[in-house]
């Protein structure tokens, strides 16, 4: 209910205020890259060195610094709201627009891909919805410390925090979630 309000409050957000929302979060990834390791170190301390799948899990500077990267490249996309898809006059001089609209709160579900959080976010901010999130117990704590930084970059571009919510990472959360209404 949180996150579906806050979303009501992003339909009224600037396309200039969501750039710099994003942008902001962008900073505070290279700027807190040491909280965001110091999570993922715990995460990958539960795991088997020897598992191939480490590697999807596994944050370092330089990854973090492509995440932040790829999150400008989203600030800077067209912004989707409002834009017009067709246009046309009817026989009776009608004239009818579909427009693009955001659609209120996306549900996500999946893996131990601590990169995905943040593009995610990334992407339903950029498209003023909001966003429920519900990564693996895998990166956890990784998932957490981005939060963090997500909710930082919303509360300094005035939006609420609300916006977009980590849901618990056990595995009874998705039937909840995909039964939500």
């Known amino acids: 209910i949180k996150a579906h309000r806050a979303a009501v409050g992003l339909r009224s ?23 965001l390791l110091r999570a993922n170190a715990k995460d990958l301390a539960r795991r088997d060195p020897a598992d191939p799948r480490r590697d999807r899990l596994l944050l370092n500077r330089e ?7 790829s999150i400008r490249k989203v600030s ?32 996500a579900i999946y893996e131990s891909r601590p990169n995905v959080t943040l593009d995610i976010a990334a ?22 410390a981005a939060m963090v930084l997500i909710r930082k970059a919303l509360k300094a571009g005035g939006l609420s ?16 979630l995909l039964t939500a209404t």
């Open 13 to 35: 957000a600037s396309g200039r205020q969501m750039q710099e929302v994003l942008r902001t979060l962008a900073g505070l990834l290279e700027t807190s890259a040491g909280s």
């Open 76 to 107: 800077r996309l067209p912004d989707p709201s409002g834009r017009v898809l067709e246009r046309r006059v009817l026989a009776n001089g009608l004239r009818v627009e579909k427009r693009a609209v955001p659609l209120g709160v996306v549900g």
């Open 161 to 176: 925090p609300d916006c977009v919510v980590l849901l618990p990472p056990e595995r009874e959360v998705v039937q909840e």
């Open 123 to 144: 992407l339903c901010l950029r498209s003023r919805n909001g966003c429920l999130l519900k990564g693996s117990q895998e990166a956890a704590e990784t998932n957490k």
């Open 63 to 69: 990854r973090i610094l492509a995440i932040a990267a």
